[in-house]
């Protein structure tokens, strides 16, 4: 291998490296698995719907069959795949889409050791980012070119698909990894990369990224480019921005104390820190759960306000402002009882 290829080689981060090639290659999701296995044994393909948490193998599992389908030579050719939230309008539904969608297909080389089934598959990641308008267009793209063309939905939110593509897909459910799968996935990273990573920090990592594999997989090459091989805890923690406990104590100290100027005072502290807003509620809602200074009733309306500020801060709320709106509500909260 040439320097420049071994260069190459090294900077191909590892969730791109480690991508299942193959329908054998897939980890978890048996019955999904099973599921394309039969497509691919008979030849046939229904538009799909692919739905659930980030990191689960949605896009994997679709390119993966594709593969198989076609081979290395005629996968380029017979395979579209586009990433719906950068590419989310209409015009790329008459453009892109409807281009390819339209196309006539080629004949695969002869000899050629792959089935290569009469038709294309078109494969829409984050399609819930869609809009109204270019999911309407999409419909009718479905509808005219469904002999030569398949379509593979991915997405998050399977709600966010109108109702007229859903009901022409079959849908599939995908759940997060278990915590062995991972934890296994990531010791045969270390093997191959011969990453020096104990058990308590590949646990660690796993238990962080709450099934989202591709996750884990990028805080291990992370911890890895930054820690060699004094990979730890609490350097994965700095790595992930996951806040210390010493800073959701100090919190549930500032509220509990129903003093509004001490609570002000430890948020101004905390900000200076520089840690995510989100990843502070996130983790104090997990703490607010089993903390004993809380009644059971507390308990749950800090967590309905804990769904509408999560909510605010991904809509793009000034941080700041949310966090001591949040604990305002908290510390009036205690004070009320």
């Known amino acids: 291998m040439h320097v420049d290829e071994q260069k190459r080689t090294i900077l191909i981060p590892w969730v791109e490296k480690f991508r299942p090639k193959t329908l054998s290659d897939v980890v978890s999701q048996e019955s999904l698995v099973s599921?394309?296995?039969q497509f691919l044994q008979t030849q046939t393909l229904p538009h799909l719907l692919f739905y659930g948490p980030p990191g689960t193998g949605k896009t994997s599992l679709i390119l993966a069959l594709a593969k198989d389908f076609y081979?290395?030579?005629m996968?380029?050719?017979?395979?579209?795949?586009?990433?719906?939230?950068d590419e989310r309008g209409i015009n790329t539904i008459r453009e892109k889409v409807k281009r390819f969608a339209q196309q006539s297909i080629a004949p695969p080389p002869q000899n050629y050791n792959y089935p290569c089934p009469p038709f294309k598959i078109i494969v829409l990641d984050e399609a819930d980012?869609?809009?109204q308008d270019a999911q309407s267009a999409?419909?009718?793209?479905?509808?005219i070119h469904t002999k030569i063309t398949r379509f593979c939905l991915v997405c998050n939110y399977v709600s966010k698909i109108i109702d007229p593509i859903a009901s022409r897909c079959a849908k599939f459910r995908f759940t997060p990894l278990p915590s062995d799968v991972g934890i296994e996935r990531l010791r045969l990273i270390c093997q191959n990369e011969g990453?020096?990573?104990?058990?308590?920090?590949?646990a660690h990592i796993q238990s962080i990224s709450h099934g989202d594999?591709?996750?884990?997989?990028?805080?291990?090459?992370s911890a890895q480019r930054l820690f060699h091989d004094n990979i730890t805890v609490n350097a994965i923690d700095d790595i992930a921005?996951?806040?210390?406990h010493r800073i959701i104590d100090s919190l549930i100290a500032a509220c509990t104390s129903v003093s509004y100027d001490n609570l002000v005072s430890t948020l101004e502290i905390i900000r200076r820190e520089g840690f995510s807003a989100r990843q502070i509620i996130e983790q104090f809602a997990e703490e607010l759960v089993i903390s004993p200074e809380f009644s059971d009733i507390q308990k749950a309306q800090i967590s309905y306000e804990v769904a509408k500020f999560e909510k605010n801060l991904m809509d793009g709320a000034n941080e700041e402002l949310q966090m001591k709106a949040f604990f305002s509500l908290v510390l009036l909260s205690c004070q009320t009882g």
């Open 138 to 143: 999409l419909r009718r793209v479905i509808e």
């Open 129 to 131: 980012s869609l809009t």
């Open 75 to 85: 996968f380029k050719e017979r395979v579209l795949e586009l990433n719906a939230s």
């Open 195 to 202: 990453v020096q990573c104990g058990e308590e920090e590949l």
């Open 35 to 37: 599921a394309m296995n």
């Open 213 to 221: 594999l591709r996750k884990s997989i990028t805080l291990l090459q």
């Open 71 to 73: 081979g290395p030579k």
């Open 241 to 244: 921005g996951i806040v210390p």
